[in-house]
């Protein structure tokens, strides 16, 4: 259903019920503690996530990664960041 790199490739599927008897899949959201980070990103006007995943991370669709680093629920949520936090190693 995910590709091996995504967040929610080890992750649960459930079925649930609706209100009208049909079911749909659901995949738990991942509860993750922050890693310890390597440093620091000083974002400049423009810079999208996908390009320092790319960049930091050697894998542009990991970007998922620096938001679970910086408590972010989407890239959204880093938009205003002029400071984001690099994610070290896997865990």
């Known amino acids: 259903m995910f590709s091996p790199n995504s967040r929610y490739y080890t992750m ?3 079925q ?3 209100g009208d008897g049909s079911g749909v899949n659901v ?7 922050p890693p310890t980070l390597i440093g620091y990103h000083r974002r ?3 810079q999208r996530l996908d390009l320092m995943a790319g960049f930091y991370l050697k894998d542009a669709t990991t970007f998922w990664r620096i938001c679970d ?9 880093l938009a ?4 984001i936090g690099i994610p ?3 865990r």
Request: charge should be negative.
């Open 12 to 14: 649960p599927v459930d």
């Open 16 to 18: 649930l019920t609706l």
């Open 27 to 33: 995949v738990r959201f991942p509860v993750r503690t």
């Open 80 to 83: 205003a960041h002029s400071l």
């Open 69 to 77: 680093a910086n408590q972010a629920l989407s890239p959204h949520a």
């Open 44 to 46: 400049e006007e423009g």
């Open 88 to 90: 070290g190693e896997k």
